[in-house]
Every structure is written in structure tokens, then in C-alpha cells.
């Protein structure tokens, strides 16, 4: 069987994921008190410094990300200057091996990972790049961070992905241990597909204009309550991200959002739920305790791979298709274009890729084809294997029969599997790495 580039294979995990762990707009926190000004170095990794206004600008974001989720104790200060520092020495590592490896992570991809965070903050890239300054980041040091974070992701995509299998066995352990527990887990270890409506509240809206953005928001939600197509309502309010976010884990969800729906059955509507971005409206599409629902949305799409290389970067490839989606407004057809010009093994079918559901693409993939109605097709998507346009030709709700059902389950063990595989392998880079602590970090 031909794999598709940009199915997801063994071990993929989410970009966006990756990124919001360390990289998220939160409500400034005061800083860490007892926190020196003075600079100077704390260790040197591989010959590379780490310094005191490192782990201290780290500290600051941990202690604000606490805030934001409601933390009612602040960590001891030392202890959490030390698991700080030693974060900061694996991703050095990371980073340093990834470089010499030759990973690289170009402005467009960085343009484009800015993007799809800010949609999932429910927020346009400007403000969040406001946002971002506010807490005292600038403009370079956000694009370092994240190019750094995408290294990191690539370098594990790499080296990880290889190491993990999942055996019919494995499936079959996870569905004894679900049934052992009687079906029944906790919204955190659930996955669920929502809904999304927002409507954006500017910075500093005076009353009245929050009080008329709330009605706006009361409207959308008694659209959404009342009308069976919720795709629909959203194009017609939503001022901001997709409307069917995707099938997946609770916990790669904003809290907010998660505390927000609770127990609300499939089809169950909530809002609106104020946050920084504005007033948002929630539905529940699909939900399961066990890791897979048996009825799913799927998605009919095809699309057009060009991998890049030192001799074709990811922005010159993104321009290429740009070209190519030019060419389709002025009649060529999509298969046609993919049998030409995709260097991916659907060419042949003219990028057919068939029916697929939630977690069956690698998360950028997924998240473009999300976003679109059928027939239209996305403007240029990097991923790992390259940079893709899309197409959606249908869109359907699907019953999963027991074998479909069985192989989403095989995804959900592999990113348990994956993650435990994730661990050992960053315990043995950091243990072949040089580390020479100079004076604590304070």
C-alpha cells in the first residue's frame, strides 16, 4: 500500500500541541519575587551558554501560564528555577543536534505556524504578536522561539516516530483496560470534536461595545441552537478560526473551553464563554470516553505534495502552488495538476487520497482540510514531508464499523506509546550532552 504524504504515520503528533506548551498569550503575571537583574551564565551546553535572564524569562511565562489556569500556589522559587534550567538544557540539546543535522525551519513555515496559533488562541497573528509584546517579547524573540519549538518537533518527528509500533495486541490491551474501567474515564483522558464560533471583542472596547459584541454572540448562539447545520451559522458570525475544530484529546483543547462544555451531551450547544479574543460559542459534534467515536465526520480530499530540498524551500514550493491554485481558478482541473506536478504516491490517482476521518492526517493537514467547504481548495499547507495544497471534494458523517473503529483506536495507542518513546529518547540525548553548571540560577 502507498502511503499518502501528509497521512499521518506512526507517532505524528501535533504541531500546534508542541508549540502552545511553551509558547501561549497569557495575562501578565508579577514577576518572580527575589529575581536578580543581573545577567551571567548558569551552564554551558555543548559549549553553548544558558543564562541567568534565560531561566528567568522561562520562570515568568510558567508562573503566567499558573495564573491563567488558576493556580492557587505559587511553586518554591529555587525548585522551580532548577526544573526551568534543566528544560532549557534539553532544548538546547535539541536544538543544537537538529542544526547540525541539517533541519532547518524557513520564515515562511515560521509565517505559517504564527498563523495557525493565533487562530487556535481564537485571535488574528497582530494581536497576538500585541499580546506577545505586552508581556514583554518582541518580535524576534517570538520568531526564534517558535522556529526553535518547530527544530525541536522535526528533530522528534525524526528520530522518534521509527521506535514505535503498535501490534494488534497493544489494540487489544487498551480495549481490555477500557472495559475493565466499565467505558468510563474522566473528560481529561476523553477526546471530543467542538464547534467554534467567535466573535472578537477589540482591546480596550468600552462598554458599550462589549455589550453589543455580547449580542451578537447571544444571536449566534440561539443560531446555533436552532439551525441543524452549525458549519453554516459559523460562516455566516464567526469572525475568527474553524468552525469544526476536530476530533481530538480533551486536553489539547483550551481549558476553558473544556470546563465550559462538561458533562453537555453530542449536539449540545454552550456560550457565550468571554475570553481574551471575545465571546465564543461551543458544540459539541462528537465525543468518546474511550478514545474513538462510532460516528465521525469524514473528509474526501486530494491534493498536490511538493517536497522541499536545499534547492527548493519551503517558500519558493509554497509559491509554485500558489501558481498552481492560479491555474485552477482559470479552469484546470485539480487531478490533472496533481498527475503533472505532486511528488507524492497519489499522484497517479490525481491526489486521491479517499475518505478519512478525525487524526487520520498529520495535525497542519487536517487543520487546512478542516477549514474548508467542498470544493474549495487551501492555500499552501507546509508539513512535515513538504508543502501541500489541498482539496476537499466531499464532506460526510459516517457510522465506523468495527475495523474503522479498531484503527482509530491505533492511533490513540501510539501517541500513548509515542509520548513513553518520546521520553526515553530525550533522556539519552540529554545524557550525550556535555552540561557544566556554573552558579544557580536566581
Not at 489494540?171 to 472495559?179: G, S, T
Not at 497517479?348 to 487546512?368: I, M, T
Request: overall charge neutral; aromatic content about 4%.
Amino acid at each position: 500500500m502507498v502511503h499518502a504524504q501528509g497521512m499521518r504515520q506512526p507517532g505524528a503528533q501535533d504541531l500546534s500541541r508542541a508549540l502552545s506548551s511553551s509558547i501561549q498569550p497569557t495575562p501578565r503575571a508579577p514577576e518572580a519575587a527575589g529575581l536578580r537583574s543581573a545577567d551571567y551564565i548558569v551552564a554551558i551546553v555543548n559549549s553553548e551558554p544558558v543564562t541567568n535572564n534565560e531561566v528567568r524569562a522561562r520562570m515568568r511565562r510558567v508562573l503566567q501560564a499558573m495564573q491563567a489556569q488558576g493556580a492557587r500556589q505559587t511553586p518554591d522559587q529555587d525548585e522551580l528555577a532548577r526544573e526551568v534550567l534543566e528544560r532549557l538544557i534539553v532544548e538546547k540539546a535539541q536544538i543544537q543536534t537538529a542544526k547540525e543535522t541539517g533541519i532547518k525551519v524557513d520564515d515562511y513555515a515560521v509565517d505559517q505556524a504564527i498563523q495557525n496559533l493565533a487562530r487556535q488562541n481564537g485571535m488574528s497573528a497582530d494581536a497576538m504578536r500585541r499580546e506577545m509584546a505586552g508581556q514583554g517579547v518582541t518580535e524576534k524573540m517570538f520568531r526564534d522561539e517558535i522556529r526553535n519549538q518547530m527544530l525541536m518537533q522535526r528533530l522528534q518527528e525524526r528520530e522518534v516516530d521509527g521506535r514505535v509500533r503498535v501490534s494488534e495486541q497493544d489494540i487489544d490491551r487498551y480495549m481490555a483496560e477500557q472495559r475493565s474501567q466499565g467505558g468510563q474515564t474522566d473528560m481529561a483522558n476523553s477526546t471530543i470534536n467542538l464547534g467554534h464560533i467567535l466573535i472578537t471583542v477589540p482591546e480596550r472596547a468600552s462598554p458599550s461595545e462589549v455589550a453589543q459584541r455580547q449580542a451578537l454572540a447571544e444571536q449566534a448562539l440561539q443560531a446555533a441552537r436552532s439551525e441543524p447545520d452549525f458549519a453554516s451559522v459559523a460562516r455566516r458570525f464567526s469572525e475568527g478560526g474553524q468552525a469544526i475544530l476536530g476530533m481530538r484529546p480533551a486536553n489539547r483543547y483550551p481549558s476553558l473551553f473544556i470546563e465550559a462544555v462538561g458533562t453537555t451531551p453530542v449536539g449540545g450547544v454552550v456560550g457565550p464563554i468571554r475570553s481574551a479574543a471575545g465571546f465564543h460559542i461551543l458544540k459539541v459534534v462528537d465525543k468518546s470516553a474511550n478514545g474513538v467515536a462510532a460516528v465521525v465526520t469524514q473528509n474526501h480530499a486530494r491534493h498536490i505534495l511538493l517536497r522541499t530540498s536545499p534547492q527548493l524551500g519551503e517558500r519558493e514550493a509554497a509559491q509554485q502552488l500558489l501558481e498552481l491554485r492560479q491555474r485552477l481558478d482559470r479552469g484546470a482541473r485539480f487531478e490533472d495538476l496533481a498527475r503533472q506536478y505532486s511528488e507524492d504516491g497519489s499522484a497517479a490517482s490525481g491526489g486521491d487520497l479517499g475518505w478519512a476521518g478525525p487524526g487520520r492526517y498529520v495535525p497542519e493537514f487536517e487543520q487546512a482540510l478542516n477549514a474548508l467547504q467542498p470544493g474549495q481548495v487551501s492555500q499552501p499547507v507546509v508539513s512535515r514531508f513538504g508543502v501541500h495544497l489541498i482539496q476537499l471534494v466531499e464532506r460526510r458523517q459516517a457510522t465506523l464499523t468495527p475495523r474503522e473503529q479498531r484503527e482509530m483506536l491505533r492511533d490513540v495507542v501510539r501517541e500513548q506509546k509515542l509520548e513513553k518513546a518520546q521520553a526515553t529518547w530525550l533522556q539519552e540525548l540529554r545524557g550525550q550532552a556535555y552540561v557544566e553548571y556554573r552558579e544557580p540560577p536566581q
